[in-house]
Each structure stands twice: as C-alpha cells, then as structure tokens.
C-alpha cells in the first residue's frame, strides 16, 4: 500500500494513543466524525490545512502523519520477512503493517535483530570451539579428568570386596581427580572470562597472515611497479601483526604471489580496462593471464576502486588457505565450508570457470555473484596426485532477483539452517538444536 494512503491509519494511531475520541478531534479540527472516520480508514485522502489542524490537534509534527514509520523500519521490517521468505510473510503490506501498529513492528525488528546477533555468536563459538587450541586442551583435560572420575567410582560400586589398602588408594584418586577437575573447570572459567568479547582470537598462522593482509586492506603499493624481492622481504620484516615464524613465511609467499600477479596484470592498465569492462574473463584475454590471476589481482585492489569483493582459495583438501572476507558472505576460518559452494565444484573440473548466483540461508533473500575456477599448480605423477587449487571471487549481485536460478548454500554444516540438505555431513544445531 502506497504510504500517502496510510496517513488515516496513523492518525488513528496517534488519536488512540492520545486517549481522544474520535468526534472530540473532529469537533477541535472543525470537520465532521464520519468524515474523520473516513479518513482514519483511509477511504479520504487528506492533505494542506486539514492535515496541518490534525497534527496541531494531536500535538505531533505534520510529517510524522504524512511520512509514517521510518524508513528504516519498513526497512528492518523488510529484512526480517526476507529471512523468512517461505514462511508466506505479506511483503507488499509492510507500509501498512508499520503505519497501524508501529510498536509491534519495532519489536519485530528488534527480535530479528536479536536473532541475528545470536546466530553470530553461535558461528563464532562454534569456530572458536573447533580451532581455539586452548580451549580445545582445557575441555580435553575436563572431560579426561570426569572419565577417570567415573571410571573410579564404578569400581568402587561395582566390587563388593575390596580391601581396604585399595578402598584407600581409589579413594585418594578421586580426591586427587576431583582436585584436578576444579583446578582445570576454574582454569577454563577463567579464559571464557578474560576474553574481551566473543569474536575469535588470533592464534593460527593464519589468523595472523588474515589480520596483517586485512590491515592493509589486502594492497601493497610497493609491488607495484617492479619491485624486487626484497621489498616483499622488508614488509613481512616490518609488520607487527606477524608474531609466528610460520605466519611471516605465510606471508611471504603472499607477497611474492602478489608480485608476479602484478608484473603480469600492471596496475594502471589494469584499472583502466575494468572501467570500461570488469568482466574477468575479458581481462584474462586482454592481459594473456589465466583466471586465477585475475581473480587474485581483482582481490588486491583497494575497495575505493573496484567496489566491494572478495575472495577465498582452498587446496585440494578443501582447507580455506586465503580469504579476502565479503561483508554479506559468511566464511569458516580454516575448513568446514560448505560443500555445495562452486569452490569446491571446480576442483574435479580444472580450468572450467563457473558462474553461480549464491544465497546464505539463514541472512536474508540477498544474493552474491561468485565466480570460481581451479588450476593444477603440479601435474600428477606416479607417486602423487595433481596439485589443485581453487580459487572463489565474490562480487555483488547486480542482476534481477528474478534473473537466473539462485542456489542456497550454508556457512558449515554445523551452523546451517537448510533441512534435508543432501550435502550435510553433521547435524546442525541452528536446525536441529543442541
């Protein structure tokens, strides 16, 4: 429903919460109470003067009558009831919705933006919990500790004649493991504790080589115009975030990634052509490198130039080895994605690009254009496979939401909403529960 239609409602709305009668307001306006029923049923369009008395009447601004709920709760509204597109959600009523009862639809909103927080914080603690090593070791050592426990005291149930020497000396290996569970359960209560927030910190290698690529919004202006080795050399030597020795030569080969890629797709010319045509597969032609290439060089743009993008590259094995994170576009930090990305297709089809429309279940209706293709780095020999590698560019969708086929995919499958997904290896406790 158009919003200049829904001003009656909110007159009601207004009048209601003002405790007037609706033949008191007609009288102090000056107009008749069936004309006014009119209008708060939105069957009279209403406008100049008499909106103007209206406001004055209920002693609210003009606008607030003729401009209703706020743009950005139709917009949160929206939102919400795109997350639940299957649900059958009136859509085309959201104006009205929002103008007649605007308390309900903040707490909607809020409820979605609560849900949404929430499920956030399930990805992070479920990634946390499967790569923090710290954690990992104090849960093994807890776990451990109540297994002997139990081992334990069963014996002690178990055996009716135990003598007492080892009555004794089971005895002092529960006080000794119920001693050790304390000690171990405070520890771990302690490190849940201490961390600031519940975004995962940095502890694998490539953590760091993420927070020192993403610190330099993933472009290094010193390799790009024929830099040597040394250069790459002298900017892992200088950056703070690279604490590991594995994380810097991480780094390293980055960076000389980074500069043959350069030398092949310089800068300038580079810049110039994706103006005129961003399409990869037209700069691979135009510049003789491969996709790969592109996709990588795409990737190490700054943001101000070429939009929003990202990326991620994985080997064979299906471990995440570089991300370049998409705002819109959840990923897992090392493995674990989701098999029903193209990432993962293009590896049994090397050098095929694929072009697929992607939809997160679980974020919303919004699509991303990912664009995927792999490449041998080593050919197969008798004592090894083929080197594989893939690579994933992320871009916004531009197209109609009605263009093409969209394909539903997840983060992991341990955090994904998608029932009866064929390609789920472990249930998931967003679908499932816990």
Known sequence: MPESSMIGSRIRERRVMNGIRQSDLARRVGISPSYLNLIEHNRRRIG??????IAD????????????AEATLITGLREAAGAQAAQGVETDRTEEFAGRFPGWARLLVDLHGRAGALQRTVETLTDRL??????ADSLHEVISTVTAIRSTSSILVETEALEPEWQNRFHRNIDEDSRRLAEGAEALVRYLEG??????????????????????????????????PQVAKKIVEQAGA??????????????????????????????????????????????????????????SLPESEVGLVGLVTCDASGALIH??????????????????????????????????????A???????????????LAPATFERPALMRAHMLILPDGSDRSEGEVRDVGVSCRICPLRDCPARREPSIVADGF
Not at 48 to 53: A, I, V
Not at 130 to 135: E, F, G, S, V
Request: charged share 25%; aromatic share 6%.
């Open 57 to 68: 009447a209920l002693e609210v601004e003009p606008a607030l009558l003729s401009e209703g």
């Open 130 to 135: 499967a790569h923090d090593p710290h954690l």
């Open 195 to 228: 961390a600031a927030n519940t975004e995962v910190e940095i502890k694998s290698p490539q953590d760091e080589l993420l927070a020192f690529l993403s610190a330099n919004d993933f472009h290094f202006p010193a390799l790009e115009v024929g830099a040597g």
């Open 48 to 53: 100049g003067k008499t909106l103007l008395d």
């Open 323 to 360: 991300r370049r994170p998409f705002p819109r576009f959840a990923m897992p930090r090392d493995a674990g994605a989701c098999a029903l990305w193209p990432l993962f297709q293009v590896l049994g089809q090397p050098q095929v690009p694929v072009r697929v429309r992607l939809r997160q």
């Open 242 to 299: 690279l604490v590991s020795d594995a994380a810097r030569r991480l780094a390293l080969d980055a960076l000389e990634q980074y500069r043959a890629d350069a030398e092949r797709l310089p800068l300038k010319p580079l810049l110039e052509e994706m103006r005129r045509d961003p399409a990869p597969e037209r700069l691979a032609q135009l510049f003789g490198g491969d996709l790969p290439a592109v996709f990588r060089r795409i990737a």
């Open 362 to 376: 679980g974020r919303g209706q919004e699509t991303v254009l990912a664009l995927a293709v792999a490449e041998q």
